[in-house]
């Protein structure tokens, strides 16, 4: 028997494929290196690190019944995660992500076939509206077609469950622009910022500029990831610059997740932002120091052992 899920996450849930080569990338051929299979999706990923850290999470995302999807469900289950609200369907194959990445472990390029996620149709949030409205917060991905997440936000709103937006690329969240003031929390990196604002962002102060920029649109809290430079936030009352934490980069897939999820679970147990922010820069620094997704051993006492001050 599932506790009540006091975090609601919905979007996407694939199995990644990630190839990593031993050396600088030659293009137009094959290339020697390792390639791991694992299970990912931004919402799910964020599902899975709110279960790691012991936060009950329901999960609300689509999957077909084929060898990915019930990988998917089975991997997910096991981590701790409700999939009590999964949708099987197979009018459309299950997601997959596929990442080249570069030498040091970092994104050159990807492909993400979500498809699945046109199954979230605003009917099944429908079904699913006490799900939300129990929640004490749901985070969406911007796989959710736009609108499914306008009907969630209305239900959400109207229940008053503060909603966040986990941004995972840059045409997708540019979909969600005009709705910025409608979110509580914001996670987007430096690409996925520049959507939501117009603004280039080259260095820490454009950074902060931007984050600013998504308050006075309504945002409670917005994180600007940077990669090397680290990250940026703002809120009503103050703005900051976490610099990134020195580590020797496994794989890059699943940091911002890790990110976003510790975020949101330092906000709802009363963690002041600025520590909050703090714990999720590393969250997702042990997650760049692993060769999974998701961080298997994960843990608030691992966060607060690598907290920068």
Do not use: W
């Not at 030659?26 to 999706?41: A, E, K, L, M, Q």
């Not at 799900?131 to 991905?141: I, N, P, T």
């Not at 692993?290 to 006492?301: G, I, N, W």
Request: charge should be negative; include cysteine; proline fraction near 4%.
């Amino acid at each position: 028997m599932h506790e009540t899920p006091e975090v609601v996450v919905v979007g996407a849930a694939c199995l990644d494929v990630k190839g990593r080569p031993h050396e600088a990338v030659v293009t137009g051929t094959s290339n020697p290196g390792v390639v791991r299979i694992s299970v990912g999706g931004c919402a799910r990923n964020v599902a899975e690190n709110l279960a790691r850290l012991g936060l009950p999470t329901a999960l609300l995302s689509a999957v077909c019944q084929d060898d990915f999807g019930r990988t998917i469900v089975r991997q997910t289950e096991r981590a701790g995660v409700n999939i009590d609200y999964m949708l099987i369907t197979c009018e459309r194959r299950s997601a997959a992500y596929i990442a080249l990445q570069d030498d040091a472990g970092q994104l050159l390029a990807g492909i993400a076939d979500t498809a699945a996620t046109t199954a979230l149709t605003p009917a099944v949030i429908d079904e699913h509206a006490a799900l939300l409205e129990g929640a004490r917060m749901v985070v969406m991905d911007t796989n959710v077609h736009l609108e499914t997440g306008e009907r969630l936000l209305a239900i959400c709103h109207a229940a008053h469950v503060p909603v966040v937006l986990a941004p995972v690329s840059y045409m997708p969240t540019l979909n969600y622009r005009h709705l910025i003031g409608a979110f509580y929390l914001m996670t987007p990196n430096a690409v996925e910022a520049q959507a939501l604002t117009g603004t280039l962002i080259h260095d820490v102060r454009q950074g902060i500029l931007a984050a600013k920029q998504l308050i006075a649109a309504g945002v409670e809290v917005a994180i600007i990831s940077m990669a090397d430079a680290g990250l940026v936030y703002a809120t009503p009352d103050l703005s900051g610059h976490v610099p990134a934490i020195e580590v020797e980069v496994v794989d890059a897939t699943g940091a911002g997740d890790a990110l976003t999820a510790t975020v949101v679970y330092a906000l709802l147990n009363d963690i002041p932002v600025d520590e909050a922010v703090r714990l999720g820069a590393s969250a997702a620094t042990l997650t760049l120091g692993s060769a999974e997704t998701v961080r298997q051993d994960l843990s608030l006492e691992s966060l607060y052992a690598q907290l920068v001050i």
